[in-house]
């Protein structure tokens, strides 16, 4: 059995790799293509979770699970907060070939579907972004959202000043983009085009009526439901477009929320990003609107990427 390790993820799933990869795997999904359940989540004590998440690339092609922990509190001990494996079947003969490393590719595939939805809904001139939250999410989508608009800006928010200051000084560095960290949130989305939440937020950080027309809002952060990053003002005021509208109407917590208070219904959700990517549905529909994508993410682009990794080695 093949093992890919979190080295080899890190080095071999690259951007450039990844994000066609992943806009592929969410055109397939959305046309019926792959197959999945939705994914079974276990609370555990203090926020932690554990999830199951098992799916196919097709009929018959290969097939298997994603076995992941969400222990948020990681990050203040310097290791990842999404911790587990990605196990592949081979599609003939049902046999386990490959385990990878679950930590790394979520990272790194989260990021990549999330520029793939940048891409296909944010204003084709949008070159300013805020990002909330500095653990290893944001990095990764500041590293992503890079390849597909020429970012001139970013601005971070997080709790904690210096390390959202840290963060700013070393992915500036890294992308030779300019980087400032922001003291509250109203300020860090102040005239920015793109907005990415990637925080353990367990109730509303960022109002809608901070978000200017024509923004593109990236909500990543909560991956179940109950924790929401934003309020009921920006999920009524936009276009709400989900990874898996299956999975949103069950755990989308943003939408669940509004919708418990009354304010939308579920053909507030109005698709998948992966019917705009086939044109099949239409994404942005005018400058001035608002999108938002509500990343939870689907064990086939986990698939898709250790596979990619798997044939590849």
């Not at 390390?163 to 992915?171: M, P, S, V």
Request: aromatic fraction near 4%.
């Amino acid at each position: 059995m093949r093992i890919i390790d979190r080295e080899e993820v890190a080095r071999r799933l690259t951007y450039e790799l990844c994000i066609p990869l992943v806009r592929h795997a969410m055109i397939a999904f959305s046309r019926g293509e792959t197959r999945q359940h939705l994914r079974s989540i276990l609370p555990l004590s203090e926020g932690r979770m554990f999830g199951i998440m098992p799916g196919a690339l097709g009929p018959n092609a290969m097939f298997g699970a994603k076995l992941i922990s969400v222990f948020p509190g990681n990050f203040a001990k310097g290791i990842q907060s999404h911790q587990g494996v990605v196990v592949l079947f081979d599609g003939e003969s049902g046999a386990p070939v490959c385990i990878a490393h679950a930590g790394e590719i979520t990272a790194i595939r989260t990021a990549a579907a999330s520029a793939v939805a940048t891409d296909a809904l944010a204003r084709p001139e949008a070159s300013r972004m805020a990002i909330l939250g500095y653990g290893e999410q944001a990095g990764t989508h500041a590293r992503a959202i890079a390849r597909v608009r020429k970012l001139e800006t970013i601005t971070v928010w997080g709790r904690d000043p210096e390390r959202a200051r840290a963060f700013a000084g070393k992915i500036g560095a890294e992308l030779s983009i300019t980087v400032a960290a922001s003291s509250s949130v109203r300020e860090a989305v102040d005239g920015a085009d793109i907005v990415t939440t990637v925080t353990n937020a367990r109730e509303p950080i960022l109002e809608g009526a901070w978000i200017a027309p024509g923004t593109h809002v990236n909500l990543v952060g909560s991956s179940g439901p109950g924790p929401v990053e934003v309020d009921h003002d920006l999920v009524v005021r936009s276009r709400f477009i989900a990874d898996s509208r299956e999975g949103v109407l069950a755990q989308g917590a943003e939408f669940l929320k509004a919708k418990a208070a009354g304010l939308v219904g579920d053909d507030h959700v109005v698709g998948e990003i992966g019917q705009v990517l086939a044109g099949d549905l239409e994404g942005r529909q005018s400058p001035d609107q608002i999108t938002v994508y509500k990343s939870l993410g689907h064990v086939v682009q986990d698939l898709a990427a250790a596979k990619a990794l798997y044939e590849a080695s």
